[in-house]
């Protein structure tokens, strides 16, 4: 067997899932990364140094290794790879969602704009260039409406304005917030709030039909001024038809952006006036997420996702029948986070599989909307949602946290 591609930076969360994944399926792989290790050279047909600012150069370099050690797939860990995983795909003639497709769903302007086009509701929404008078412009958008950088995820840079006021504070944070994230140009994208409930859709393109894998609830209350996402919890507590129109709207969404093949996550907000899309993003669930996800027989989603790309048929693969979840924890302010208190009380609580604390103690923490990182996650089971949701509560409780602000 032909390996697969894995394309991901060093600061990915998922390496190891993925190669683990790999050990677990006997599928061989490749990883290109942004850094070969030390050692990379002793093995030159398992480690790739791939430029993922230079897409060009490294998609000639990859079809120089496939010359010499040919390659089944190519899979993204997480959205820093999309594009140049979209890009090997296309010079390899491998089956995979088109790198426009890809760049339309990595920019949130372009989706509202192919949105609009194929007639998906939308929200109202605008571009404005950096240097725009914020102050100005805030007298001519309707409120409450929601201020976000095109090309971050995360929630990175999103937040909500409800007055003229809050606009013209917001609108240079967010533009503060693309430059120290490396954005030369950047530009702010500005659409109308959609208040409701809010959903994931993990989803799983073959050849243009979608197979949802699982739809999660986040029971906590998104409606800023930021938007951390915390709690993911399914199956969903939706009624059967209304989680129906959700998966029909993921569906019309991918087919508006000429996503057909490949992992997808999109987010939707469900109200009386229809289920309204948020985004959607070419990759599977981001960080550590993916561990609330477990499909019949043990067979992790990063097992699923490479054999898809290897091109088995995986449409028999079913999620478990227990009720799971994940919670991302948030960091309550900015500082040097010194301990993490309560980790073992946490996993004691029945139903919680697992407690990471994924930043190392020293470190610098920032909350969003300028940080992109959590201090760690909780997992849990349960029979059902509700019990799996108490549990990922009471043990985020149990929690403290040593930070020193000086």
């Not at 070969?36 to 079809?63: C, M, Q, T």
């Not at 129109?245 to 087919?255: I, K, L, N």
Request: aromatic share 6%; proline share 7%; hydrophobic share 45%.
């Amino acid at each position: 067997m032909n390996p697969i591609l894995l394309v991901m930076t060093t600061a990915t969360y998922r390496a190891r899932a993925f190669v683990d994944a790999a050990a677990r399926s006997g599928i061989p792989i490749v990883v290109g990364s942004d850094r070969e290790p030390a050692l990379g050279s002793l093995w030159p047909e398992r480690f790739l140094g791939l430029d993922f600012d230079d897409v060009a150069k490294s998609v000639r370099r990859v079809e120089a290794f496939a010359s010499a050690w040919p390659i089944a797939g190519v899979v993204a860990a997480e959205d820093d790879g999309v594009v140049l995983a979209a890009a090997i795909a296309r010079r390899l003639g491998l089956r995979h969602a088109a790198p426009v497709a890809v760049a339309r769903a990595r920019d949130k302007r372009l989706m509202r704009e192919a949105l609009q086009r194929a007639g998906v509701p939308s929200p109202w929404f605008l571009s404005a260039s950096a240097d725009e008078d914020a102050a100005e412009l805030a007298h001519e958008v309707e409120y409450p409406c929601v201020l976000k950088p095109p090309a971050l995820s995360m929630s990175r840079g999103v937040l909500r304005a409800n007055t003229p006021a809050e606009f013209a504070e917001a609108f240079p944070r967010v533009v503060q917030i693309m430059r120290d994230a490396g954005i030369g140009d950047p530009e702010v994208l500005v659409e109308g709030y959609v208040p409701g409930a809010e959903v994931a859709v993990e989803g799983l393109l073959t050849d243009g039909r979608l197979r949802v894998l699982a739809v999660f609830d986040k029971p906590d209350e998104m409606a800023g001024p930021t938007f951390e996402e915390t709690l993911y919890v399914t199956p969903t507590r939706l009624d059967a038809e209304t989680c129906r129109r959700v998966e029909a709207v993921t569906s019309d969404m991918c087919r508006a952006l000429g996503l057909d093949h490949g992992p997808v996550h999109a987010e939707l907000r469900v109200n009386d006036g229809g289920i309204w899309p948020i985004e959607i993003a070419p990759r599977s669930i981001g960080g550590l997420c993916s561990l609330a996800l477990r499909f019949r027989g043990g067979v992790s989603l990063e097992q699923l996702l490479l054999r898809h790309a290897a091109g088995e048929d995986v449409g028999d693969w079913e999620r478990e029948p227990a009720a799971s979840g994940v919670l991302m924890i948030p960091i309550p302010r900015g500082g040097i986070l010194h301990a993490v208190h309560g980790v073992e009380a946490a996993r004691e609580v029945p139903g919680v599989d697992e407690v990471r604390v994924t930043i190392p103690m020293g470190h610098a923490i920032v909350p969003l909307p300028e940080g992109h990182r959590y201090l760690g996650f909780i997992f849990a089971r349960a029979e059902r949602a509700a019990g799996a949701e108490s549990a990922l509560r009471e043990a985020h409780g149990r929690l403290s946290f040593d930070i020193h602000t000086e």
